[in-house]
């Protein structure tokens, strides 16, 4: 096995370590190892897909407007749904020789282009018009990342879940409303990382809980308001207390829930059922490295995020899952086998350097392919004539490098250059997690969006919305509200709001107080308390012996190290100048559970 070596990023700079099993896996799919840290390739592979803004645009073929993630004015064939999905247009019709003395990236990126790309990714999605990359999904409004999800709005990533609102990253959740990586929910409210519960809310890792409010790190309680037990006729007189169908009320169960986060110490890494993983917000996953929200049966995986569902030997993965296995360096793929470096390809086994492919085999650098073998740049081959020209293609990408503006290089075994995305960066999943401002960006040779003016009229500030949703009129659905936060912040703050019907229907049947937010914020927000970026830091046990670090929580067993100060450290999702109280998992263990 070979040892460790030491490189410097192309991009940031700084030394990244590539490990003895690092250079085992390159080996086994025949790639040469990154010359980018894992950081910047993660954000690369985000600049590469917008799930936030949608846009209205024409049609490449039919002219008539539609809603897209590609901005008006991208040099790129964008077409409708119905045209996209229809036999008016060829994908073999823009195939073209490989010309071995050019740049791989410069040829893929003007085939890219010139090929028709869906205005949305959606497969077998029904009434998902305002909605991207949903898979097998209905009924859902402004959602990202849908799969097997129904009657769904503003939310991200929901996995077979159903009639629920602003969620993030959930699995089996149904009739819920801003929760976050949480599996098994029912009408829950304001909750992360909440598993197997019900009839709650205001929860933080809590599991089996029942008719809980306002608790953290509860285990198959039932009963309790902000960690303290009561009896049923009690719970159900002192939760009169607490109408979160009041605004104001609201806020004030938002400012007790996050005092009493503030004083509890919380586990180093939330994980369940899983063993010999670093990370964070993994579930029933082995041997995961370097992971941010991986669930149900992940196995062998490094730098992955947002993936799940027995994906098994990959490497830096955003949005993989069923079953896949021996990915790298893609984002979007489900059920498929040795996929590297592309971009929505679900159903596709050998693939490489490809953008919306599926159920293909042997493609290499095509776009828009379907059901088909042995092609490269879109043009068809013979099994032989495929396997004798795919190596002398590799070979050339690897001694002729595309460089950018900033002077970095791009060979063989590279993602897509940021020079080439489709989507603006400040459009893009990136400018989520690693923000730039506009000059920070073009410094860095990144493409920037104007947002152009908006043409409507604000009819309400939210100080004037009604304070309980008992009193919300069904006419505050023809008001256009304004968000408080005004555009002021980094989160795609749209600056205005409307109320659906059928989401005022859904307030009112949960009891929840109107938002004074726009979708995209609330987003924001909730990334925000699930600590959204994707990071490890070096972190020692706040546990003192007998109380925390900053003396808030005063522990209440005896812990392994009696009055002296844990030795313990692990590597935290959680950076250390935030405030949350890290306990080792010994800590944990003793202390609350």
Same mark, same amino acid.
């Given at each position: 096995?070979?040892?460790?070596?030491?490189?410097?990023?192309?991009?940031?700079?700084?030394?990244?370590?590539?490990?003895?099993?690092?250079?085992?896996?390159?080996?086994?799919?025949?790639?040469?190892?990154?010359?980018?840290?894992?950081?910047?390739?993660?954000?690369?592979?985000?600049?590469?897909?917008?799930?936030?803004?949608?846009?209205?645009?024409?049609?490449?073929?039919?002219?008539?407007?539609?809603?897209?993630?590609?901005?008006?004015?991208?040099?790129?064939?964008?077409?409708?749904?119905?045209?996209?999905?229809?036999?008016?247009?060829?994908?073999?019709?823009?195939?073209?020789?490989?010309?071995?003395?050019?740049?791989?990236?410069?040829?893929?990126?003007?085939?890219?282009?010139?090929?028709?790309?869906?205005?949305?990714?959606?497969?077998?999605?029904?009434?998902?018009?305002?909605?991207?990359?949903?898979?097998?999904?209905?009924?859902?409004?402004?959602?990202?990342?849908?799969?097997?999800?129904?009657?769904?709005?503003?939310?991200?990533?929901?996995?077979?879940?159903?009639?629920?609102?602003?969620?993030?990253?959930?699995?089996?959740?149904?009739?819920?409303?801003?929760?976050?990586?949480?599996?098994?929910?029912?009408?829950?409210?304001?909750?992360?990382?909440?598993?197997?519960?019900?009839?709650?809310?205001?929860?933080?890792?809590?599991?089996?809980?029942?008719?809980?409010?306002?608790?953290?790190?509860?285990?198959?309680?039932?009963?309790?308001?902000?960690?303290?037990?009561?009896?049923?006729?009690?719970?159900?007189?002192?939760?009169?207390?607490?109408?979160?169908?009041?605004?104001?009320?609201?806020?004030?169960?938002?400012?007790?829930?996050?005092?009493?986060?503030?004083?509890?110490?919380?586990?180093?890494?939330?994980?369940?059922?899983?063993?010999?993983?670093?990370?964070?917000?993994?579930?029933?996953?082995?041997?995961?490295?370097?992971?941010?929200?991986?669930?149900?049966?992940?196995?062998?995986?490094?730098?992955?995020?947002?993936?799940?569902?027995?994906?098994?030997?990959?490497?830096?993965?955003?949005?993989?899952?069923?079953?896949?296995?021996?990915?790298?360096?893609?984002?979007?793929?489900?059920?498929?086998?040795?996929?590297?470096?592309?971009?929505?390809?679900?159903?596709?086994?050998?693939?490489?350097?490809?953008?919306?492919?599926?159920?293909?085999?042997?493609?290499?650098?095509?776009?828009?392919?379907?059901?088909?073998?042995?092609?490269?740049?879109?043009?068809?081959?013979?099994?032989?004539?495929?396997?004798?020209?795919?190596?002398?293609?590799?070979?050339?990408?690897?001694?002729?490098?595309?460089?950018?503006?900033?002077?970095?290089?791009?060979?063989?075994?590279? @993602?897509?250059?940021? !020079? /080439?995305? +489709?989507?603006?960066?400040?459009?893009?999943? %990136?400018? &989520? =997690?690693?923000?730039?401002?506009?000059?920070?960006?073009?410094?860095?040779?990144?493409?920037?969006?104007?947002?152009?003016?908006?043409?409507?009229?604000?009819?309400?500030?939210?100080?004037?919305?009604?304070?309980?949703?008992?009193?919300?009129?069904?006419?505050?659905?023809?008001?256009?509200?304004?968000?408080?936060?005004?555009?002021?912040?980094?989160?795609?703050?749209?600056?205005?709001?409307?109320?659906?019907?059928?989401?005022?229907?859904?307030?009112?049947?949960?009891?929840?107080?109107?938002?004074?937010?726009?979708?995209?914020?609330?987003?924001?927000?909730?990334?925000?308390?699930?600590?959204?970026?994707?990071?490890?830091?070096?972190?020692?046990?706040?546990?003192?012996?007998?109380?925390?670090?900053?003396?808030?929580?005063?522990?209440?067993?005896?812990? @392994?190290?009696?009055? !002296? /100060?844990? +030795?313990?450290?692990?590597?935290?999702?959680? %950076?250390? &100048? =935030?405030?949350?109280?890290?306990?080792?998992?010994?800590?944990?263990?003793?202390?609350?559970?």
């Amino acid at each position: 096995m070979a040892e460790e070596e030491k490189k410097f990023c192309q991009n940031c700079q700084q030394e990244f370590t590539i490990e003895p099993e690092d250079f085992e896996f390159y080996r086994r799919i025949d790639v040469p190892p990154p010359m980018f840290c894992w950081q910047c390739r993660m954000q690369r592979r985000l600049a590469i897909r917008n799930e936030r803004s949608l846009y209205k645009r024409a049609c490449g073929l039919c002219k008539k407007d539609t809603i897209s993630v590609y901005s008006p004015g991208k040099d790129l064939n964008v077409y409708c749904q119905d045209c996209y999905k229809s036999d008016a247009w060829d994908p073999f019709s823009y195939g073209r020789d490989y010309d071995l003395s050019k740049s791989l990236f410069e040829q893929i990126d003007r085939l890219f282009r010139e090929v028709p790309r869906p205005a949305l990714n959606l497969t077998n999605a029904v009434n998902c018009t305002y909605s991207e990359d949903c898979v097998n999904s209905k009924n859902c409004y402004l959602v990202f990342g849908a799969y097997h999800a129904d009657n769904i709005m503003y939310s991200y990533t929901p996995i077979f879940s159903r009639n629920s609102v602003d969620v993030t990253f959930t699995n089996q959740v149904e009739m819920s409303y801003e929760v976050s990586n949480s599996f098994g929910l029912y009408n829950v409210r304001f909750a992360h990382v909440a598993d197997e519960c019900m009839d709650s809310a205001f929860l933080y890792d809590c599991k089996g809980s029942k008719n809980c409010f306002g608790c953290v790190n509860l285990r198959n309680k039932n009963y309790y308001i902000f960690n303290k037990p009561y009896s049923k006729n009690d719970y159900q007189e002192e939760i009169k207390k607490w109408d979160i169908g009041s605004y104001t009320t609201l806020q004030r169960a938002k400012q007790e829930f996050q005092y009493l986060l503030d004083k509890t110490p919380r586990r180093w890494a939330i994980t369940a059922n899983s063993v010999d993983v670093s990370g964070n917000n993994i579930n029933h996953a082995k041997n995961c490295h370097y992971c941010f929200s991986v669930t149900e049966g992940c196995e062998n995986l490094k730098f992955t995020v947002m993936s799940g569902l027995a994906m098994k030997d990959s490497y830096d993965v955003w949005g993989g899952g069923d079953k896949s296995q021996l990915l790298y360096e893609v984002t979007g793929c489900i059920g498929g086998e040795r996929v590297m470096f592309t971009n929505n390809t679900h159903g596709c086994v050998n693939v490489q350097y490809s953008n919306k492919c599926f159920h293909s085999q042997n493609l290499f650098g095509c776009a828009g392919i379907k059901k088909k073998n042995y092609c490269i740049l879109n043009k068809p081959y013979s099994k032989s004539e495929y396997h004798a020209l795919l190596p002398r293609i590799i070979e050339s990408a690897k001694n002729n490098p595309f460089i950018d503006r900033a002077g970095r290089e791009y060979r063989y075994g590279e @993602f897509f250059p940021m !020079e /080439h995305m +489709p989507v603006a960066y400040n459009e893009s999943n %990136a400018y &989520e =997690r690693f923000p730039l401002t506009k000059q920070e960006a073009e410094e860095k040779g990144f493409s920037w969006h104007s947002e152009p003016e908006r043409n409507y009229t604000i009819t309400m500030q939210t100080g004037s919305l009604p304070d309980h949703i008992k009193d919300a009129p069904d006419s505050i659905t023809n008001e256009v509200i304004a968000c408080e936060h005004a555009g002021s912040c980094q989160e795609h703050c749209t600056t205005a709001f409307k109320i659906t019907p059928s989401e005022l229907d859904f307030y009112r049947q949960i009891n929840i107080a109107l938002p004074r937010l726009c979708p995209n914020c609330r987003h924001g927000q909730r990334d925000k308390r699930r600590n959204g970026m994707f990071e490890l830091h070096d972190r020692t046990c706040q546990c003192a012996g007998e109380r925390s670090e900053n003396g808030l929580y005063q522990n209440e067993m005896k812990h @392994f190290h009696g009055t !002296e /100060h844990c +030795p313990n450290s692990f590597k935290s999702a959680f %950076a250390p &100048e =935030r405030k949350e109280i890290m306990y080792c998992e010994k800590c944990y263990q003793a202390e609350l559970i």
